[in-house]
């Protein structure tokens, strides 16, 4: 299950009200441990609000030092950020997440109370997805375009960030819709290794303003146009 | 001692290197059509990419991220990538008009057309960008582009009426002879010339091609906040040459020569021969700029391997890019299109372009996650936050006041 | 929407719109006239740099750019059809006009390629002239 395949989608009470579309999600590292990250990521909350434009900018973020005038328009917008928990959610459907429960107007908090959160928090949204992905040696490795949730098999468990998910594969149904996924189904055909790419979170060192990996870029078979391009191209200009 | 002489250069290298084709051709026509009175638009634009550049400068040196990775980190994927295909088109455009203006200058010194020379200087700029190490690249032709300082050297020996110069650039307002719309059109023209978006892209990116840390925030400013002063008071230079020297005589400066007219009347054949090196080395230095910008940009999407610091081949799809533009851009200017009018399209397009490139900088360096500590100031926020309006206003005007006024005709 | 309106002003430059009266015409036939005059008087202040000031292939190129401007533009204005009597006669003011200052031109760019410098100093005069009834001409109708 992609992350980014919920962002935007609207989030509809038992009764039907729409209570905003999904902006970010909420992670906590304090899933099963996976490969050398440690404890994994996983699925804590859904946050929606209405509208959501400017939430990625993080101006509703306290430690954000300003300017002032952006932030008062921006926290005025954001007056009705609603934060629902994972586990009120009855189905997942094409266009829209339904919950379990009716919700009240004024609930801004939404079955918070019942997962005290037992490590770091991390904003899927604001702080993961879009970010740098740096290598052991300190070389790009592209873009953390999408990530993959996979439950763990543990019955009513939320699901957890398996993988990063790069390339084409994976930006293209974000960026350019039907359109994109009809690229990312034609990259895949043509690209060698399976796709989208993928590089699983076990692999992580640590995640900062980027995200910096144990290994280097060669090792995760996610080059494979840079080494196209250095192949056809640029090693045959003199003195690359 | 060894770095005052850094910071030295340093500014030097960001004096002689402000002045492109953009700002030649925006500030000497300003000044053929409505003499000093659009010189506080150049104040206002000079302040503005000071501002913005030293805040791109501070991110990208403590967190080691660059223009274009904050724009999709904080605008987002989809937005980001409307925005890359903008500022590349752009700066292609831009690459073109600086290889344009290279031919030009080489035409104006020897009187052989232009065209022939378009492949030779194209060659030329990308033979630099792959052979020549970054830092070499940056000093080397951005401090022979001092030169141009001959054009306010001009300007004195012409020995103009000081006072009638500085109270007509302390006016606002279009004169007699002019309307609004046209005066505003070339205030455009002029913030889009100063403020170009290449100029920030390129700027953070060079922060990280020079390995720039936390102490280097000292260097950054100092290039910022005395060398492009500078730069702009040439940039000044030039309007007040072609005020003394063009206006009077009601000389429009449409062509390469008639923008060099001050200097030779002012200096004759030295001044001449200073000015069209001084040119050559100041564009070629905006032409590797902006050719380099086009590869950090998409390559700062995408999240490739990115910058001369490394080999080519280390970074092949980013020098792929970077190829091909270069490649597209000489095409442009083969097809015969004046390149005073590619350079006047360029500028006046990066003006609408650019509040989405400064917009994530304004809100990312107050961010502590990229820059710790050294959050902006109240100041620097209130400036900056003002600028982000005022860039707002220029981008939603730009097109509608190029319609109205057929480009400024 | 702006790459539309990019294109749409690449081919505006093209477009020549008739005059559609006498003062519309008027107003080209000022234009025209201006546009000529700077081409007048650049070539006429490049024409008296000489030889101390000015580098020969300098002089050739500007003298050819002006040359061209000036042609193109008298090209341009001489194409529209004059709406009625009274444009005839601007017509018929502003035509030797422009005939004279485009023939000054190319022969100021002819010396400089010859550099022949006697006769760049006639024609320094010559444009002068020019540049003085085009001056007069503007006054009158602009």
Redo the contacts between chains.
């Keep these: 299950m992609r992350l980014a395949g919920f962002l935007g989608r609207s989030i509809v009470d038992r009764s039907g009200r729409e209570l905003g579309a999904i902006h970010d999600v909420r992670l906590v590292k304090d899933g099963p441990p996976i490969g050398s990250f440690g404890a994994s990521y996983r699925v804590h909350s859904l946050i929606a609000a209405s509208p959501s434009i400017g939430v990625?900018?993080?101006?509703h973020r306290e430690?954000?030092?300003?300017?002032?005038?952006?932030k008062a328009i921006f926290r005025r917008v954001h007056a009705g950020i609603v934060t629902v928990h994972w586990n009120r959610v009855w189905s997942i459907e094409e266009d829209l997440v339904r919950l379990r429960s009716v919700l009240r107007t004024d609930e801004r908090e939404v079955g918070l109370e019942d997962d005290p959160m037992g490590g770091t928090i991390m904003d899927a949204?604001l702080?993961l997805?879009?970010?740098?992905?740096v290598d052991v040696e300190g070389?790009?490795?592209?873009?953390v375009?999408d990530l993959d949730l996979e439950y763990s098999g543990e019955p009513g468990a939320p699901p957890r960030v398996a993988a990063i998910l790069?390339g084409p594969g994976a930006?293209a149904p974000?960026?350019a819709g039907r359109l994109g996924e009809w690229i990312a189904a034609v990259y895949g055909r043509v690209a060698e290794e399976p796709h989208p790419n993928a590089i699983s979170f076990g692999v992580v060192k640590r995640i900062?303003?980027?995200v910096e990996l144990m290994l280097p870029r060669d090792d995760l078979g996610i080059m494979g146009?840079?080494d196209w391009?250095?192949t056809h191209?640029?090693?045959k200009?003199p003195?690359? | 001692m060894k770095k005052f002489f850094e910071i030295f250069l340093g500014i030097l290298t960001a004096f002689g290197g402000f002045v492109d084709i953009g700002d030649l051709v925006a500030n000497a026509e300003t000044g053929a059509r409505f003499g000093m009175g659009l010189a506080w638009v150049v104040v206002i634009g000079v302040i503005g990419i000071v501002l913005y550049a030293e805040m791109s400068g501070r991110v990208a040196a403590i967190s080691g991220r660059p223009v274009f990775d904050v724009i999709r980190e904080r605008l987002g994927a989809r937005i980001a990538l409307i925005d890359l295909v903008a500022s590349l088109l752009i700066n292609v455009l831009t690459v073109a008009a600086e290889i344009g203006g290279l031919a030009l200058v080489i035409q104006l010194a020897t009187d052989l057309n232009y065209l022939l020379w378009v492949p030779l200087t194209a060659a030329a700029v990308w033979i630099v960008i792959w052979k020549v190490r970054f830092s070499v690249m940056e000093k080397v032709f951005g401090i022979t582009g001092l030169l141009l300082v001959v054009t306010a050297v001009a300007l004195w020996r012409l020995d103009p009426d000081w006072g009638r110069l500085l109270s007509d650039a302390a006016s606002v307002g279009p004169p007699a002879t002019e309307n609004w719309a046209t005066y505003l059109f070339f205030a455009v023209a002029l913030i889009g010339a100063a403020m170009t978006p290449y100029e920030v892209f390129f700027f953070s990116s060079g922060a990280v091609e020079e390995h720039w840390t936390r102490r280097d925030l000292m260097v950054n400013r100092a290039n910022v906040y005395l060398g492009f002063p500078l730069g702009g008071l040439l940039s000044l230079a030039i309007m007040a040459g072609a005020a003394v020297v063009l206006e009077p005589r009601g000389i429009d400066a449409d062509h390469l020569s008639q923008m060099a007219l001050p200097v030779a009347v002012g200096l004759g054949r030295i001044g001449l021969a200073i000015l069209y090196v001084g040119m050559f080395a100041a564009i070629f230095s905006a032409a590797l700029e902006t050719s380099l910008s086009a590869g950090y940009t998409v390559a700062q999407f995408y999240g490739w391997q990115w910058g001369k610091y490394v080999r080519p081949r280390e970074a092949s799809r980013f020098h792929l890019v970077v190829l091909l533009s270069i490649v597209v851009a000489v095409g442009l200017v083969l097809t015969t299109i004046d390149p005073i009018k590619l350079t006047e399209y360029s500028i006046v397009l990066s003006a609408a372009a650019l509040p989405l490139t400064y917009f994530p900088i304004l809100v990312v360096a107050n961010d502590p996650s990229y820059v710790g500590e050294s959050t902006n100031s109240r100041l620097t926020n209130a400036v900056g936050f003002v600028y982000l309006v005022l860039l707002l206003v220029v981008s939603i005007a730009t097109i509608p006041l190029m319609i109205w006024t057929r480009a400024g005709a | 929407m702006r790459v539309r309106a990019w294109l749409f002003l690449l081919l505006l430059p093209a477009c020549v719109a008739p005059a559609r009266s006498a003062s519309d015409y008027e107003h080209k036939a000022v234009d025209t006239a201006e546009a000529v005059l700077s081409s007048v008087q650049t070539g006429s202040l490049v024409a008296r740099l000489g030889p101390e000031q000015a580098l020969p292939p300098y002089l050739s190129v500007s003298l050819s750019d002006v040359e061209r401007a000036a042609a193109s533009a008298r090209a341009v204005f001489l194409s529209i059809q004059p709406p009625d009597a009274r444009s005839d006669e601007v017509r018929a003011e502003l035509s030797p006009l422009l005939d004279r200052s485009e023939a000054a031109l190319a022969d100021a760019r002819i010396a400089a390629r010859r550099q022949d410098f006697g006769a760049l100093t006639r024609s320094a005069d010559e444009l002068s002239s020019s540049a003085s009834s085009l001056e007069r001409f503007i006054d009158r109708f602009g």
């Design positions: 990625r900018l993080g101006l430690e954000l030092k300003g300017p002032w005038p952006l949204g702080q997805l879009d970010r740098q992905v070389r790009m490795a592209g873009k375009d790069l930006l974000r960026t900062d303003n980027h146009l840079e391009v250095r191209v640029i090693s200009i003195g690359s």
